[in-house]
């Protein structure tokens, strides 16, 4: 029994409308997402959340998908031969690039800070014009050949050589190689970086494990024994659910990206491969393509969306808007403070110590407030500090910190804790 599959005009418009309407939901959704940074950037006391290397590389490539996805809509519109095919096609090649590069440069700068200690500040000018100068290394030569156009065996604008062997090497040399290297340097880097945090997480474990022991042992004749074993435990898990969001967070990219790219190579090829649309089958590989790369924008603003830098800043922002709108003359002042302290920064960190330790010093760092006291122990979490326990006090006034504690065996698991704590803020930070 033959093939009764025909390629009907039909089934040409469905895969250009599914093209073109993701496309524009794409482009709408980014350069909303794009705005709203934008006003969230405005707002100083949000603007800091939002001051790091990686989420304005995220930003960049949200520039790149918004670019590509109006690129689409132009490119799902066309019925036929034009000259703005190929130009709406080369763009669309250039910001795939870019936003490929791009993903590759978030994961590698969180390498290279991270494990390496590298400072991506420093770095961040590299990633930009590296990426820029090899997205158009490897666009601009079949643009200049005349690769772009018309494609006679999807009927959409695409590459327009009919000669399969020339227009196969086109494609794998100028899009799916350099596609596939992103991912696979995407990949490698957030698995070294996942590899080393693992690591650090199983060390700081048991550094609280092992305090955990000392404090028990001390306290065996403490009828609060069973109470404090099960509290440091709890404070132990916290950590561990605080850093599985991080590792979470960072798998989540590179995980989007193989899902996204690979499929897309995957249906690219089998196209060029069949020359054309001649079953069912074909057309099912066509519509995929047609669904990743339409929607490709959307997925990743949904990323940037929920990248924790951005939610930060929003809590911030509607805080502070929220606190002004519902204050009134008669009580400004006192609610005033409150909302003040609302907006601060969630990760201020601070040094404490005993408080028969002499001498304050407060400074304010870049990102972040902190407020250091003399004192032999580790660094916290100020936030955290306020639910260590009924041991501990604290006041902040100006952003001075006092510290006062009877027991000392609590300083000792207190400071354990809150050790792991900072190394999770100094991560979330960095990253």
Same mark, same amino acid.
């Given at each position: 029994?033959?093939? $009764?599959?025909?390629?009907? %005009?039909?089934?040409?418009?469905?895969?250009?409308?599914?093209?073109?309407?993701?496309?524009?939901?794409?482009?709408?959704?980014?350069?909303?997402?794009?705005?709203?940074?934008?006003?969230?950037?405005? @707002?100083?006391?949000?603007?800091?959340?939002?001051?790091?290397?990686?989420? &304005?590389?995220?930003?960049?490539?949200?520039?790149?998908?918004?670019?590509?996805?109006?690129?689409?809509?132009?490119?799902?519109?066309? *019925?036929?031969?034009?000259?703005?095919?190929?130009?709406?096609?080369?763009?669309?090649?250039?910001?795939?690039?870019?936003?490929?590069?791009?993903?590759?440069?978030?994961?590698?700068?969180?390498?290279? #800070?991270? #494990?390496?200690?590298?400072?991506?500040?420093?770095?961040?000018?590299?990633? /930009?014009?590296?990426?820029?100068?090899?997205?158009?290394?490897?666009?601009?030569?079949?643009?200049?050949?005349? =690769?772009?156009?018309?494609?006679?065996?999807?009927?959409?604008?695409?590459?327009?050589?009919?000669?399969? $062997?020339?227009?196969?090497?086109?494609? /794998?040399?100028? =899009?799916?190689?350099?596609?596939?290297?992103?991912?696979?340097?995407?990949?490698?880097?957030?698995?070294?970086?996942?590899?080393?945090?693992?690591?650090?997480?199983?060390?700081?474990?048991?550094?609280?494990?092992?305090?955990?022991?000392?404090?028990?042992?001390?306290?065996?004749?403490?009828?609060? =024994?069973?109470? &404090?074993?099960?509290?440091?435990?709890?404070?132990?898990?916290? @950590?561990? $659910?605080?850093?599985?969001?991080?590792?979470?967070?960072?798998?989540?990219?590179?995980? #989007?990206?193989?899902?996204?790219?690979?499929? +897309?190579?995957?249906?690219?090829?089998? *196209?060029?491969?069949?020359?054309?649309?001649?079953?069912?089958?074909?057309? +099912?590989?066509?519509?995929?393509?047609?669904?990743?790369?339409?929607?490709?924008?959307?997925?990743?603003?949904?990323?940037?969306?929920?990248?924790?830098?951005?939610? @930060?800043?929003?809590?911030?922002?509607?805080?502070?808007?929220?606190?002004?709108?519902?204050? +009134?003359?008669?009580? %400004?002042?006192?609610?005033?403070? @409150?909302?003040?302290?609302?907006? =601060?920064? *969630?990760?201020?960190?601070?040094?404490?110590?005993?408080?028969?330790?002499?001498?304050?010093?407060?400074?304010?760092?870049?990102? !972040?407030?902190?407020?250091?006291?003399?004192?032999?122990?580790?660094?916290?979490?100020?936030?955290?500090?306020?639910? !260590?326990?009924?041991?501990?006090?604290? *006041?902040? #006034?100006?952003?001075?910190?006092?510290?006062?504690?009877?027991?000392?065996?609590?300083?000792?698991?207190?400071?354990?804790?809150?050790?792991?704590?900072?190394?999770?803020?100094?991560? %979330?930070?960095?990253?």
């Amino acid at each position: 029994m033959g093939n $009764r599959f025909v390629f009907t %005009q039909h089934l040409v418009n469905v895969s250009a409308w599914l093209w073109l309407y993701l496309s524009i939901i794409s482009a709408a959704l980014c350069f909303a997402l794009l705005v709203v940074i934008f006003i969230v950037g405005l @707002h100083r006391p949000s603007r800091k959340f939002l001051d790091r290397v990686s989420f &304005r590389i995220v930003c960049y490539s949200l520039i790149a998908n918004t670019a590509f996805a109006i690129a689409n809509s132009a490119g799902g519109s066309f *019925t036929g031969p034009t000259p703005a095919c190929g130009l709406a096609i080369w763009i669309l090649q250039l910001s795939l690039q870019l936003s490929s590069m791009l993903n590759f440069c978030i994961a590698l700068n969180m390498q290279l #800070v991270i #494990v390496h200690n590298i400072d991506g500040r420093r770095a961040e000018k590299y990633y /930009i014009l590296g990426c820029v100068i090899l997205a158009l290394a490897v666009t601009i030569p079949p643009y200049a050949s005349h =690769q772009y156009g018309w494609d006679l065996l999807v009927q959409e604008c695409w590459y327009s050589n009919d000669n399969k $062997r020339e227009r196969l090497a086109w494609q /794998i040399g100028t =899009q799916l190689v350099w596609t596939g290297v992103a991912v696979v340097g995407e990949v490698i880097s957030s698995t070294i970086l996942l590899v080393f945090l693992g690591r650090h997480v199983m060390r700081r474990s048991r550094i609280v494990e092992t305090t955990d022991t000392i404090v028990n042992r001390a306290k065996r004749s403490d009828g609060t =024994q069973g109470r &404090r074993r099960a509290g440091s435990i709890d404070k132990t898990l916290d @950590h561990v $659910r605080a850093y599985k969001g991080i590792i979470l967070r960072i798998g989540l990219y590179p995980a #989007v990206s193989c899902i996204i790219n690979v499929t +897309s190579i995957a249906c690219v090829l089998h *196209t060029s491969l069949t020359d054309g649309v001649h079953s069912e089958e074909d057309y +099912s590989f066509l519509l995929l393509s047609d669904f990743l790369y339409g929607g490709r924008g959307l997925v990743y603003a949904l990323l940037a969306a929920t990248d924790p830098a951005l939610i @930060h800043a929003l809590k911030t922002f509607a805080a502070h808007f929220i606190c002004k709108r519902t204050r +009134s003359p008669s009580d %400004q002042a006192e609610k005033g403070s @409150h909302c003040h302290g609302s907006t =601060q920064q *969630t990760s201020t960190i601070m040094q404490f110590a005993p408080a028969s330790s002499a001498g304050t010093d407060v400074r304010d760092g870049d990102d !972040v407030e902190t407020a250091t006291v003399a004192g032999p122990y580790a660094v916290a979490d100020a936030d955290r500090m306020r639910s !260590v326990g009924s041991g501990w006090t604290d *006041t902040n #006034v100006s952003m001075g910190i006092s510290v006062d504690s009877s027991d000392p065996l609590t300083e000792i698991e207190a400071a354990s804790i809150s050790s792991l704590d900072s190394d999770r803020v100094a991560f %979330q930070k960095k990253i």
